[in-house]
């Protein structure tokens, strides 16, 4: 009996300290909106049980903010949920000091407890481009790899892109007449080669030895991290999960093979090819920090981000030109103004796709392939447009809802390239267009995947007519938690032009 009301005493204690503790906590907040949150015994849940159900019903956590922002109408407010506090945020001045001051904003630590390791498994690692919060290590590395993007760069790989399309026009063309196919697999492939080749200058005989493995563990590197985000037993290491297995399995293989890689690079000594290789391994010796194993992180991170997503906008845009013939045939009739048809872009030819680029910037508005991107404040006494934020405070900009806002566009779930147009582009509120991020955390291939989507789309435009075979599917559903792809793909029947 005795031990019973020991037991129960310490609960009680124990209860109480955790909300003196969360009372604590959320006290720094109070200045700020927030919505209800139940005054029983579960209010150190905060609004997490509502949530939750929420969730259950969503694609995603940043459909389920969303939710919050159009229930309550606040532009800024916060969200207890247990422990955690998550600024909800629609100001564009203040999204936009937030993503410029990487110092006091870090990433949010989160992505480095879903992009580092997933069940010991190593992806991106600790201080790989994509999860490190923003060490000095990162600051380091950006700064040595940003002479990888730069345009000198991306005008000397045309060429090689030009092979790349030239390939994938080819596998298109073999194909049966009025063939219906899902050309998100298309996309991905053609994106996988373009990264590897132009970029790591990859042998043609390893991609077609290991290409295939690689374009199929992508979407399971996808799929595990959405779990270790939406499941948490997914996390423990005693739970058995055949996606676990799978992703150990896979990802092995990939390392081994970019390491034998990057080693190979390292011991030819090869500066007569500067190329995304070359400034990985140069980023990697501003620390003593980092192995080759970091190599391979950043590697992999420029693999699968330059694949993922550039491949979704590139599906996308299609989708989008057959359901807009009108957009299609303005797009063709551009090409054709400024290349022959069956002939390769020239360097100067790509800058001269003005509308195809209008058509693939409204596509990243209307679909962007990432929702949402996370901040977390790190300092204390930060103040942004006179309000304080605590620390700890994990800041959600969510990129999907400035996109849809018709604030900052007009009658914006319509498909309209115009937008982008010299003179209405001045109209565009800064950070109400957020694709790639902002700041100095901003997507830094952004220009390399403009570049490969309009060789490619350019090319299937020139040389198919474009037709959705399910005229009553007129939307693109799209869900993910790391990156927002199509549900179902995108089918469509790719009909060989007429020669006229």
Not at 359 to 386: M, Q, S, T
Request: aromatic share 10%; charged share 25%.
């Amino acid at each position: 009996m005795l031990t019973i009301s020991l037991v129960l005493a310490l609960s009680a204690i124990g209860y109480l300290a955790l909300n003196l503790y969360l009372y604590k906590i959320r006290r720094n907040y109070k200045h700020m909106n927030s919505p209800p949150v139940s005054r029983n015994l579960t209010w150190f849940l905060g609004v997490l049980p509502d949530f939750k159900k929420r969730l259950q019903l969503s694609p995603n956590g940043a459909h389920v903010l969303a939710q919050y922002h159009h229930d309550y109408k606040w532009d800024l407010f916060v969200l207890p949920l247990f422990s955690k506090n998550i600024i909800y945020c629609m100001e564009l001045d203040f999204i936009g000091k937030v993503l410029a001051d990487w110092k006091t904003f870090p990433k949010d630590e989160g992505y480095k407890k879903v992009f580092s390791f997933i069940n010991g498994v190593r992806i991106f690692g600790n201080y790989g481009l994509l999860s490190d919060p923003g060490t000095n290590v990162w600051h380091a590395k950006r700064r040595a790899m940003d002479p990888g993007f730069h345009k000198s760069f991306l005008k000397s790989i045309i060429p090689e892109m030009n092979i790349v399309v030239n390939k994938l026009m080819n596998i298109l063309k073999s194909r049966p007449s009025n063939t219906v196919s899902d050309v998100c697999l298309d996309m991905n492939q053609s994106a996988f080669e373009a990264i590897s080749s132009c970029g790591f200058n990859m042998s043609s005989s390893v991609m077609s030895t290991h290409g295939q493995h690689i374009v199929k563990t992508v979407p399971l590197i996808l799929e595990a991290m959405t779990l270790t985000m939406r499941e948490s037993s997914f996390k423990y290491p005693w739970t058995w999960r055949k996606e676990k297995m799978t992703l150990k399995r896979s990802v092995e293989v990939i390392r081994d093979l970019i390491k034998n890689l990057l080693l190979e690079r390292i011991k030819n000594d090869l500066p007569e090819n500067p190329d995304l290789m070359s400034h990985i391994i140069k980023s990697n010796q501003c620390s003593d920090q980092l192995s080759i194993d970091d190599l391979v992180d950043d590697y992999l991170v420029f693999l699968i981000a330059g694949m993922e997503t550039t491949a979704i906008t590139m599906a996308i845009t299609l989708f989008y030109l057959a359901q807009n013939k009108d957009i299609f045939f303005k797009v063709r009739s551009e090409i054709d103004s400024v290349v022959e048809r069956g002939e390769s872009l020239k360097c100067d030819d790509v800058s001269k796709l003005v509308f195809l680029e209008m058509v693939i910037k409204e596509c990243l508005r209307i679909k962007p392939p990432v929702r949402a991107i996370g901040r977390c404040c790190v300092k204390d006494n930060a103040v942004v447009n006179g309000l304080k934020i605590p620390p700890g405070a994990e800041i959600h900009v969510p990129i999907m809802a400035l996109h849809h806002d018709p604030r900052y566009w007009e009658n914006p779930e319509i498909f309209n390239p115009d937008r982008f147009s010299l003179d209405s582009k001045k109209k565009i509120r800064s950070f109400s267009f957020l694709p790639f991020a902002a700041g100095a955390r901003s997507c830094i291939g952004k220009n390399f995947a403009i570049l490969e989507a309009k060789m490619v789309v350019s090319r299937i435009v020139q040389e198919f007519d474009l037709e959705n075979p399910n005229p009553e599917v007129t939307d693109l559903k799209t869900a993910g938690f790391v990156t927002s792809r199509p549900v179902k793909g995108v089918k469509l029947k790719l009909c060989p032009r007429p020669h006229s």
